[in-house]
């Protein structure tokens, strides 16, 4: 960290900024929705519409990105969040909520959404040198969980807070949403003094350019960004049959578990995830990228299939705290490989194609299970599935890129 660059710096100011606000959404949005009077297919729609639209403007933004300038596409999704926020603090009315769903940029699960992570990326790669990546971003992926962390901490809080205060409970889930949207204003001024260095090298952009119409800016790495793609598609899906919003409905409903408590059951749960992202630095240095992808992320599937058959509300929360603690090793590992097989001048539109492919994949999950978890005889049912998709997707991403190389080893 001591050797960043003031972009670098800036870079994960905003990625902080903008994760506490994930974290804040994905505890109390499921909750809104429902004090909203929404039923579990309206929740339902509502969620994959929201992923979808990121989905779309991700799409557009992320791949355009090196052509347009990866400033300028930072900037207008930090106000596309701010926006989102705005309407839904405001709005009751369901079509309402479904434009500004997909439209704005708001997080339901608690991860990342939108062009932002490509981007960011791509400009951080910009000032590295190959050898320090995975290493960066695992402390990128740490400063993300620890900030996602504070918010779910800080947002149960604060309903609770201004419920005893005399705050209805709807207006209480309100104001965090409101909230959200001034951070969106914040990143916007953060990101509008980032310097021109994480831009695009300019044979970059041109190539960029020429290919955007019909390869989605992706030319000499499009085979393997889209085995990646269609294998990371899955891993979300099966991901959003259990998002951090959906998990925080379901120990609501079954144990009957306040907001104050939601809140400090994933404070510890990101602040766990964040330790297993700046471990999986170390490790790949030992075993290699791919390997510490899958061989840290099934065992982490097992537990999550073990949470709903635990007994007792302590015993569920330990179950899912250990899933936590070794759940993100993937993540940083996942960046760092996806940068690295592909070409420089294709890092954006690479990064955003395949994070498109997460989206679409989350997105199709929560609505399989959001009206799932409302019948207590089926709410297991998306942990089961979930981990067992999780641990297709393990074995066929070993399968598939063992053998392939990495252009740049992973260092310390």
Do not use: C
């Not at 902080?16 to 429902?34: C, K, N, P």
């Not at 960046?335 to 690295?340: E, I, K």
């Amino acid at each position: 960290m001591a050797g960043l660059e003031r972009d670098a710096r800036l870079l994960f100011t905003a990625r902080a900024v903008r994760m506490f606000g994930y974290g804040a959404v994905a505890v109390i949005l499921v909750l809104y929705l429902a004090a909203l009077g929404l039923d579990g297919a309206a929740i339902g729609a509502l969620l994959s519409l929201t992923l979808v639209g990121d989905t779309l403007i991700s799409l557009w933004l992320t791949t355009r990105a090196d052509r347009l300038g990866r400033r300028r596409v930072l900037v207008g999704g930090a106000l596309l969040m701010a926006a989102a926020g705005i309407v839904f603090g405001l709005a009751d009315a369901l079509p309402v909520l479904l434009l500004a769903a997909t439209i704005g940029v708001i997080s339901p699960s608690g991860n990342e959404v939108g062009p932002f992570l490509a981007v960011e990326q791509a400009s951080l790669s910009e000032t590295l040198p190959g050898a320090r990546r995975t290493s960066v971003f695992a402390w990128y992926n740490l400063v993300g969980s620890v900030a996602t962390a504070l918010g779910a901490l800080v947002a149960g809080s604060a309903v609770t807070a201004l419920r005893v205060g005399g705050l209805a409970e709807l207006d209480a889930y309100r104001a965090v949403i409101l909230g959200y949207a001034g951070l969106g204003l914040a990143m916007a001024a953060l990101f509008r003094v980032v310097s021109p260095a994480v831009e695009a090298r300019a044979a970059g952009a041109r190539a960029a350019d020429a290919t955007i119409r019909g390869r989605l800016g992706l030319q000499r790495s499009r085979g393997v960004v889209g085995r990646l793609a269609a294998l990371f598609t899955l891993d979300a899906f099966a991901g959003g049959l259990v998002m951090q919003s959906l998990l925080a409905y379901w120990f609501h409903m079954t144990f009957g578990v306040p907001e104050a408590v939601l809140g400090g059951i994933f404070f510890a749960a990101n602040l766990l995830a964040a330790a297993s992202a700046l471990a999986a630095a170390r490790i790949a240095v030992r075993i290699g990228l791919v390997n510490t992808m899958v061989f840290t992320h099934l065992p982490s599937n097992l537990l999550l299939i073990a949470v709903p058959l635990m007994p007792t509300l302590p015993l569920a929360v330990l179950v899912l705290l250990a899933r936590f603690s070794i759940s993100q090793m993937d993540v940083p590992t996942r960046q760092s490989y996806t940068m690295s097989v592909v070409e420089p001048d294709e890092r954006s539109a690479a990064a955003g194609v395949t994070g498109i492919a997460r989206s679409l994949g989350a997105a199709a999950g929560s609505a399989f299970a959001a009206p799932l978890l409302a019948v207590p005889g089926l709410a297991a049912v998306p942990f089961f599935v979930g981990g067992g998709l999780k641990i297709v997707y393990d074995l066929a991403l070993w399968r598939a890129f063992r053998a392939r190389p990495v252009p740049e080893p992973p260092h310390r």
